[in-house]
Each structure stands twice: as C-alpha cells, then as structure tokens.
C-alpha cells in the first residue's frame, strides 16, 4: 500500500511524486515509456516556472546540460520586430527550450532520489475503485501479468488523453474547440535566437535548444489541418517562406533537418475538474491550452507545487479531502484564468485592431516590449498590461505622428 500512486513521470507526474517523497510520503510513479524518452511538445520553459525548478534544486542541472539560455527574444509581426527581454522572474532572467529527453529524464532522477519509486515501461489499464473511491490501479509490466496495485490517493499525471479523467469521467467546463494545427522539426547549422513570426494566420516559432540545434515549429489556422497532413513538408516550408523568408533562405544554404515532423491538430482548450474521490489530476490531464504562448511546461510545475501540499495535509490528517482538493482547483484557475484568454486570443493567429495599433509602439517602445514579453514569462501582470487605461494610451500614442515616425523607423532597422 503506497500513499500515492502517480500516474504518469513527466512535467507534471515526477515532481508531483518527488515533492511528496520529499515530504515523507510513499510514492509510487508509473509510465509506459523508458527515460529518457521524447514527447510531443513546445519545449519552452518560462522565467516562472524556472524559478520552481531552482526552488526545487533541479535548475543547475538543466543549466549543466548544454542547453542554451534565452535572453532575448523577437516577435514579428507583419514587418514590426517586438525585440526585447521580459522583465525577470523572483531574479531569473533567461529562458529555457530543453529538448524532453534531457528535461524529463532529469524530472524523473530527481523523484527517485527523493525516495520515489519509478517504474518504467509500465502500462495502467484500470483503476481499482471500491465504494465510488479509488484506492489505486490495474496494470501489467512490458510482457508482465496484471498486477493491482494500491493507495491512499492516485494521481493522474497521463496528458490530455488521460486515463484517470477518462475514467473518472472529469467534468470539463470552459472548454473551446482547437484553434490550430502545428508540426514542428528540428534544424543544425542556423545562427538564430528565440525568434516568433506572425503572418497571415500563419505563425512560425524558432526555439534554441541541445546540441547546437532549432526547433522550427509552423502553425495554421485549424481548419487547414487535412491539408497541412496531406503534404507536411511543403506545408511547412512554404509557411516559413511566406512568414519568414530570411529564415527560409537560412534554412536553404546552411540549415540541415535532423529529425522526423511532428505535430498534431488535437490542441484543445478546456479546464477539468481535477479530482474526485480518492483521485486528482495534474498538468495537461486537468487543463490545456494551445501550445502557441508555450505555457504547458510551467503549468505542470505549479499543478505538482500545489497538488503535492494539498496532498501532503489530507495524507497527515491536517487537512480535509474535499477542502483541500477543492482550494487547487480554484488557486489553479485563478492563477491561469487570464493566460488562458491570451492564448486563445493568440492561438487565432491574428489579433485584433487594438493590439495591431500597441505592437506599433512596442516595436521602438523598449519598456512597453519587455514588459509584453513579461506576459508570457511570469514577471508581467495579464491585468496591468491589456487594462483599459494601458491599451487605450497604447492606442493613442499609435495614432500620433510623431510615434508613428518612430514605428517606420523601428520597422527598417
């Protein structure tokens, strides 16, 4: 008998299990993948969510895997180079793209050595439930038998797809269909930064990571996703020429692919309720959002930080099931309520004539870049920075000539 059972070992999953081993409780940590091992995903690791991982003692060793840090970073839109730095997070000032098989694999030793039980390559079939109350799983090894296995409270950790909600029949609300569909590459031999393009509802996002490479990921509008399938490498290719064609000619005379397309249309936005009896969710199996404003990550981090305390009280007594589950479900949504609406707002692939008119003094507004660079990295208040008082002076200041002298200018730099 475990006092935790935890349903899959990536972003949200090990430092979930680590967290509560950390604290003295049983943990046992199932996925049917061997570490390290890749995933589907964006990479990015924003300013907030590097914090926890240093909170946790696990940011120097991302630091000591090679992968390279991102302090400045580029959105175009149109002709217009939003170029600058988000503000710093609690002291930290660059971000991250680690490849899933560095990060993950590090995620994964870390809950072991906080006295985790890991088993890999383990696949969970059922859960058991007695009463209406889940008191832990059904699953067999790679070519093992079925053996059941039990706990206090068991944790789905499993992604959108997850068993555990699937199961449980998680009730979804606030949920919108997908907005995009992207696929994504990896490149050698560009000498590129954190750069993202903005086109006719085309994007482009251009990533640093391990061993001197890019990851290169192009999005369209959702409804183009049976034709981008249909012919994924000339898609892909002729989103970059259209969107970024300095890019694209880069990527001709001294790019080099080294890995397969990946992708997928499947990017829904939805909230779960994350737990019932006996059961709790975490990461993506409890909430997701288009990938475009590369949150999921950091995400993760806090689902595993606030689950993990709630857990730990009901575990020893000093706190109520129902309560405390309840009180992460609400700091969750609080915490990612407007973020959410940004990225749905983002995930158009357009933006509205407002925001048009504000990326106009963004583009040689050197404050007002960073401090919308900060949105998606933590350091910027969502509130603050689209309040009606700062959109409507950020609109006034684009409409006036003298500004708008300043944007031709920034535009031809």
Known sequence: MYDVIVVGARCAGSPTAMLLARMGHSVLVLDRASFPSDTLSTHFMHQ????????????ERLEASGCPPVTEAVWYYGDLPIRGCAPPFQGIVPAYAPR???????????????????????TVRDLIVEDGVVVGVRGRSHGGAEEELRARAVVGADGKRSLVAR??????????????????????????????????????????????SHLI?????HAEKDGFKADIEGTYHR?????????????GESGRQTERFMGTADLP????????????????AGYHKDPVTGQGITDAFRDAEVLSEALHKVLTGTGDWEEEMAAYEARRNEESQWLYEFTHQAASLGFSDRMRKAFRVLAYDQ???????????????VLDFFGPEHMAELERRAEDPEDEAKTRAAAGR
């Open 367 to 381: 404050k007002e870049a960073n401090s919308f660079l900060g949105i998606v990295a933590g350091s910027t208040s």
């Open 269 to 284: 936005f939805y909230y779960r309720r994350p737990y019932g009896a006996g059961w709790a969710l975490a990461g993506d």
């Open 100 to 122: 899933r098989t560095v990060l993950d694999n590090i995620l994964v030793d870390a809950a072991r050595e906080a006295g985790a039980e890991v088993r890999e390559g383990f």
């Open 167 to 212: 199961l449980m029949d998680a009730p979804v609300y606030n949920d919108r269909p997908a907005r995009t569909v992207a696929y994504y590459t990896y490149w050698k031999g560009l000498n590129r930064g954190y750069e993202v393009y903005f086109g006719d509802e085309q994007q482009v996002a251009v990533m640093p990571t391990h061993d001197d």
């Open 48 to 59: 907030s969510g590097l914090a926890r991982l240093r909170e946790w003692g696990l940011l």
């Open 217 to 221: 990921v192009c999005a369209l509008p």
């Open 239 to 251: 989103i970059i020429k259209d969107t970024a064609p300095d890019l694209a000619v880069e990527m």
